[in-house]
């Protein structure tokens, strides 16, 4: 098991954007690619959601 001031000393380094990047990721898998479910339990809108996707590159334009 790790200690509390291990795993705070691997994430440290990630910067915010990361952070959200990796937590949209992460919910979109848990959503099983849903979008609308996906915006739904990050509390945002599915807009919000295509944007954040957008600028993070992870939007294929032809998606929606």
């Known amino acids: 098991p790790h ?3 291990e ?4 994430i ?3 910067s915010l954007e990361e ?4 937590h949209i ?3 979109l898998q848990k959503a099983l690619g849903n979008k609308s479910e996906a ?4 509390g945002i809108s599915r807009p919000t959601l295509r944007e954040k996707l957008k600028q993070y590159g992870l939007l294929i334009e032809t998606e929606d």
Do not use: C, D, P, Y
């Not at 795993?7 to 691997?10: L, N, P």
């Not at 915006?39 to 990050?42: C, D, E, Q, V």
């Open 25 to 27: 990721l992460t919910v």
């Open 39 to 42: 915006a739904r339990l990050l």
């Open 12 to 14: 440290t380094h990630l």
């Open 7 to 10: 795993i705070f000393s691997q």
């Open 3 to 5: 200690e509390a001031g």
């Open 19 to 22: 952070v959200e990047k990796n």
